[in-house]
């Protein structure tokens, strides 16, 4: 009966940690879609920006940013914009953006 009473408060044990696991790892995920939801807002802001600009200055501005910056402003442009400013920019850049926008896109 001990053993018994033993394993069942190890049982208990082992469900409280779990339990406390399945809560940091949601509250982990929350504060992902947050931070996902700040960046896709901020990346809709600086499209706009963008946007207004020459495309030669936009594209060399742009052309400095991380890949990843410049693919999540790009998906908040019109694809004629884009295509303007792929056109600007360095070809190397241009193709390196264009090889990771076709991996993001599937």
């Known amino acids: ?8 408060k ?4 082992d469900g409280d940690q779990l339990k406390a696991e399945v809560a940091r790892l949601n509250e982990e ?3 992902l879609k ?3 939801s700040d960046k896709q807002g901020a990346y809709k802001d600086m499209a706009g920006y963008f946007i207004e600009m020459k495309s030669k200055d936009a594209a060399d501005i742009l052309s400095r940013l991380k890949d990843e910056d410049i693919i999540g402003i790009f998906n908040e442009m019109p694809k004629d914009v884009v295509a303007e400013m792929l056109q600007k920019m360095d ?3 241009a193709a390196a ?4 926008m076709l991996v993001t896109d599937s």
């Open 34 to 36: 947050t931070t996902r």
């Open 10 to 13: 190890t049982s208990e044990d």
């Open 97 to 100: 953006l264009t090889k990771k």
């Open 1 to 8: 009966l001990n053993d018994m009473e033993k394993g069942f």
């Open 91 to 93: 070809r190397d850049k």
């Open 29 to 31: 995920i929350l504060n």
